[in-house]
Antibody, heavy 124, light 107 residues
């Protein structure tokens, strides 16, 4: 069965960076886009970007351009999301989410499987 | 960005009730409209994709309809496990965007 296992909770100070991992299993990691979505406390869902695990190409939401980097290690079926210059507004749960459609199709994001979430707290 | 607006923001209903949630897009999203269910402390769960296609394992009491800018999620007979927050999401434009959520509570 498809599983996305994310790294554990982190507490960071303003200005720091965080790198979140997402280890995929149960499907062909290089066959589907991987997205990152975040959810601030008591708030809705916000898409941050995707990575094509096959090619390594990325597409980031404009809001996060210059501050987010998505990478992958195909040898261990793991995707990473690094967010820099953290502020308190970045306090949120960060999810990785596997797209429903294979890379062979046009990307029309729909999030079929989700990781358990990584809780990030940014506080001085 | 395409804005997604759900209504109502919350509702109270009883087990067995028929529940309808609407989602309106600020411009046409064709049929690229998905619905998710989220329970407290858990990740969202895909219910319906492409307006009306039921994700594997999702009970048939869930259904979706609509096109263009106006969409509906219907739960035909609300069950106890359906009390949760529901989000619509469009995949037509970049970035993909979500509605603000509809919380379904027990009456």
């Amino acid at each position: 069965q498809v599983q996305l296992a994310q790294s554990g909770a982190e507490v960071k100070k303003p200005g720091a960076s965080v790198k979140v991992s997402c280890k995929a299993s149960g499907y062909t990691f290089t066959g589907y886009y991987m997205h990152w979505v975040r959810q601030a406390p008591g708030q809705g869902l916000e898409w941050m970007g995707w990575i094509n695990p096959y090619s390594g190409s990325t597409n980031y939401a404009q809001k996060f351009q210059g501050r987010v980097t998505m990478t992958r290690d195909t040898s261990i079926s793991t995707a990473y999301m690094e967010l820099s210059r953290l502020t308190s507004d970045d306090t949120a749960v960060y999810y990785c989410a596997k797209d429903r459609i294979t890379l062979a199709g046009i990307i029309i994001p729909s999030f079929e499987y989700w990781g358990q979430g990584m809780v990030l707290t940014v506080s001085s | 960005d395409i804005q997604m607006t759900q209504s109502p923001s919350s509702l109270s209903a009883s087990v067995g009730d028929r529940v309808t949630i609407t989602c309106r897009a600020s411009q046409s999203v064709s049929r690229n409209l998905n619905w998710y269910q989220q329970k407290p402390g858990k990740a969202p769960h895909l219910l319906i994709f492409d307006v009306s296609s039921l994700q594997r394992g999702v009970p048939a009491r869930f259904s979706g309809s609509g096109s263009g800018t106006d969409f509906t999620l219907t739960i035909s007979s609300l069950q106890r496990e359906d009390f949760a927050t529901y989000y619509c999401q469009q995949g037509y434009g970049t970035p993909p965007t979500f509605g603000q959520g509809t919380k379904v509570e027990i009456k």
